[in-house]
């Protein structure tokens, strides 16, 4: 476990100082869905050509609980080869958990009860952009720390995988 956040680490810092030019994001507006622990919607807006806000909201379920979540970031975009380019952002969330209602093994009855959930966010991730095709997909990590929920920090629980309609 240790190796794996030690190369996770240098790569994303050899990735943040290899390449100095600006990635193109070619359009102002991209919306889609994300595919992972939590699934949901996601929007992105281009604020320069490589600087964006996105917004994710994303809903994760089973059956213990469930979690509902909005999250806002702010990316910086970088070129890697022809259509591919890589981003990292921070931000944050806000959202609610919900542990679901259950009777224990000994017959104990335990009501559902829910709380607030608050966070700080990063991500890191690559994104091709299909050629001749208003189509993007990504796969990214969004670690996260919720501070007032579980005071928990979650590095790899957050994969994601996100196809983009732009426009």
Not at 4 to 22: E, N, R, V, W
Not at 25 to 49: C, E, K, M, P
Request: with cysteine; hydrophobic share 40%.
């Amino acid at each position: 476990m240790k190796h794996t956040l030690q190369s996770c680490i240098l790569l994303t810092l050899i990735l943040f100082f290899a390449k100095d030019s600006l990635a193109q994001l070619s359009t102002q507006h991209a919306v889609g869905a994300r595919f992972g622990a939590a699934t949901g919607i996601n929007y992105r807006y281009t604020l320069a050509d490589d600087r964006a806000v996105e917004g994710i909201l994303s809903v994760q379920s089973n059956s213990t609980s469930s979690r509902f979540r909005l999250v806002g970031l702010y990316e910086y975009y970088k070129p890697l080869a022809n259509n591919f380019s890589w981003y990292y952002g921070f931000g944050g969330s806000v959202g609610s958990y919900t542990y679901k209602a259950f009777t224990d093994a000994s017959g104990n009855y335990h009501q559902s009860n829910g709380e607030l959930s608050l966070s700080i966010d990063g991500i890191v991730g690559i994104e091709y952009n299909i050629p001749n095709a208003p189509i993007a997909l990504s796969l990214d990590v969004k670690p996260y720390f919720d501070f007032i929920q579980e005071s928990s920090i979650r590095l790899f629980d957050p994969v994601g995988f996100s196809i983009r309609y732009k426009f």
